[in-house]
């Protein structure tokens, strides 16, 4: 059964602490994505992978951090620098950069 | 960039009624237009994607859009209102330029809320 997973659904952080969110596809997508989304605001781009080895920032990436060792993972790290991280975080997959986004069922994050 | 407006937070419809919500886009046309829907408390499901061709884009659910350059808009209509459309609905509209080529752009979103 083909899709994208994230884990866990809901994490907790205490203050200073680093936490990292989980994004799993097994659609041999090249490009992934991950989103944050708050109250009102619409998705807002943090970082994006076009293909392995490979990131680039997007619009918010501030206090966030990503790897890109496997195709199939796209791992992001809420560090302590990210002052204001409760969110809900979405992770996406493409079959190619620009092709449509499909999403996985999102991270809530909050903190202690 | 491109950037994306949706016209009303909140829109409201009784069951049965029609369903309509708006989006419009910045003025270069995009590649792709796209509608979301996302539940509560999940990630967000594709309705529908115009790419090029016909205007009149049919999605899932029976939701459809139209694409009209002219006014840059892809507003989002359903003809009878279900219980089950009540929702948040997404716009999003892609990149064909420079650093941001291939990027989405999304609205702020519209919360369908749907009366028996």
């Known amino acids: 059964d083909g899709g994208i997973t994230q884990s866990p659904k809901y994490l907790f952080r205490k203050e200073g602490q680093n936490v990292t969110l989980s994004c799993e596809q097994n659609?041999?997508?090249?490009?992934m994505y991950w989103y944050r989304q708050d109250p009102g605001q619409g998705l807002r781009l943090i970082y994006y992978?076009?293909?392995?080895?490979?990131?680039q920032k997007g619009d918010i990436a501030e206090g966030y951090s990503v790897s890109r060792e496997k195709k199939e993972s796209f791992p992001l790290t809420v560090t302590s620098a990210q002052k204001n991280p409760t969110a809900f975080y979405l992770c996406?997959?493409?079959?190619?950069?620009?092709?449509?986004?499909?999403f996985g069922p999102g991270t809530r994050l909050l903190v202690l | 960039a491109q950037s994306v407006t949706q016209l009303g937070s909140h829109v409201s419809v009784s069951e049965g009624a029609l369903v309509l919500l708006r989006c419009n886009y910045s003025?270069?046309?995009?590649?792709?237009l796209f509608w979301y829907v996302q539940y509560p408390n999940q990630g967000l499901q594709l309705l529908l994607k115009y790419t090029t061709g016909a205007t009149l884009v049919k999605g899932i659910n029976g939701f459809e859009a139209e694409f009209k350059k002219s006014e840059t808009s892809f507003h989002l209509t359903k003809p009878s209102a279900h219980m089950s459309d009540a929702a948040e609905y997404f716009c999003a509209v892609s990149s064909d330029r420079g650093s941001t080529l291939g990027r989405l752009y999304f609205g702020r979103g519209t919360q369908l809320t749907v009366w028996p």
């Open positions: 992978s076009q293909i392995v080895n490979d990131f």
């Open positions: 659609l041999n997508h090249d490009a």
């Open positions: 996406a997959s493409s079959i190619f950069l620009g092709e449509t986004q499909y």
């Open positions: 003025s270069s046309v995009p590649p792709y």
